[in-house]
């Protein structure tokens, strides 16, 4: 038997990403964004409300970076979505997160956090507040790269949230191979 939820926004696995911009001052601000993803090869959409201060930030600016919460830095992540710069303006400060300029874009890299994606706005729509970044250039730590140089998900360790229950969750065990495995049933 299945059980119908009806028109919910529910996704398994949601990222827990954030979204990072400078304001008109150079002062940079972040927050917490779970409605994102990739949408194309080299280009990111995420659905900012319109009153946030990071999307004001991003639509001055036409920059932004997009760090992947990890399991180390939860409090952290949560407290970017809870409080805002509008009313905090050194939120990232209270967080006990430092960010640096990014090498490719007018946009903040949070330190603490191992990877970025650093985006130049291509579009926000005002009614659906889909906002469409185009990806300059991606970051990451030595720390969270495999013995292959490639970003190693298990040492990343990013955090996925749960919309249902609220939960944040880290990811399981690898148990495939993509273009690969299905070929057993070709
Ligand atoms: C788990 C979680 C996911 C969120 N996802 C989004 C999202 O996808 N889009 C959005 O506009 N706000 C989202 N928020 C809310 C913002 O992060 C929150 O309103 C934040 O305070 C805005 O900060 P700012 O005004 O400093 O930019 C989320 C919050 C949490 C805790």
Not at 60 to 73: E, P, R
Not at 146 to 161: A, F
Request: aromatic share 8%; net charge negative.
């Amino acid at each position: 038997m299945r059980k119908n939820f009806g028109s919910k926004s529910l996704m398994y696995p949601m990222p827990v990403l954030i979204i990072a911009a400078y304001d008109e001052a150079g002062v940079p601000n972040a927050m917490n964004a779970a409605w994102g993803c990739i949408c194309d090869y080299d280009k990111v959409a995420i659905v900012l409300d319109k009153g946030h201060k990071t999307t004001a930030n991003i639509l001055k600016k036409g920059f932004f970076t997009v760090s992947m919460a990890d399991a180390a830095h939860v409090t952290e992540a949560d407290y970017l979505g809870v409080v805002s710069g509008n009313k905090v303006p050194d939120k990232l400060e209270k967080a006990g997160l430092h960010t640096v300029k990014s090498e490719f874009v007018d946009a903040p890299v949070i330190c603490e956090l191992p990877m970025a994606i650093e985006c130049k706005l291509l579009s926000f729509n005002e009614e659906s507040e889909m906002l469409i970044g185009e990806i300059v250039n991606v970051s990451a730590e030595e720390a969270i790269l495999g013995e292959d140089g490639l970003i190693d998900p298990m040492k990343l360790r990013p955090i996925t949230y749960d919309p249902a229950r609220h939960g944040y969750y880290t990811l399981g065990e690898r148990v495939g191979t993509a273009f690969h495995d299905g070929m057993k049933l070709k």
